[in-house]
């Protein structure tokens, strides 16, 4: 079965970067549309990201517009999220995930949500 694995995160000051990383493994992520979304405690899990297989078409939540890009290596069989100009509301774990526009897409033969990586954002 697919897996994903999410990687990246961690703690950055207001106004710094990350770059996440969601490595496939157990199948190919070129035939699927792959997403990120984010959760915090006590809240649903939004999406934030979506990018089209292939990577043709990229989608963002209005609340990251500009300061995201999401962009994926078939051969390297990974889908990234760079995210710039980090704000004190953008902590959350990050979980990558098949998507439909911003909405998950699970199928038959994916394993579920990996475990996701966590992004914190303090001065």
């Known amino acids: 079965q697919l897996q994903l694995a999410e990687s990246g995160g961690g703690l950055v000051q207001p106004g710094g970067s990350l770059r996440l990383s969601c490595k496939g493994s157990?199948?190919?992520?070129?035939?699927?549309?792959i997403g990120w979304f984010r959760q915090t405690p006590g809240k649903e899990r939004e999406g934030v990201s979506c990018?089209?297989?292939?990577?043709?078409?990229?989608l963002y939540a209005d609340f990251v517009k500009g300061r995201l890009a999401i962009s994926r290596d078939d051969a390297e069989n990974t889908v990234y999220l760079q995210m710039n100009t980090l704000k004190p509301e953008d902590p959350a774990v990050y979980y990558c995930?098949?998507?439909?526009?911003?909405?998950?897409?699970?199928?038959?033969?994916?394993?579920?949500w990996g475990s996701g990586t966590l992004v914190n954002v303090s001065s």
């Open positions: 995930f098949p998507c439909e526009r911003l909405e998950p897409r699970p199928f038959t033969g994916l394993e579920g």
């Open positions: 157990g199948g190919r992520l070129e035939y699927y549309a």
């Open positions: 990018i089209s297989s292939p990577g043709g078409l990229r």
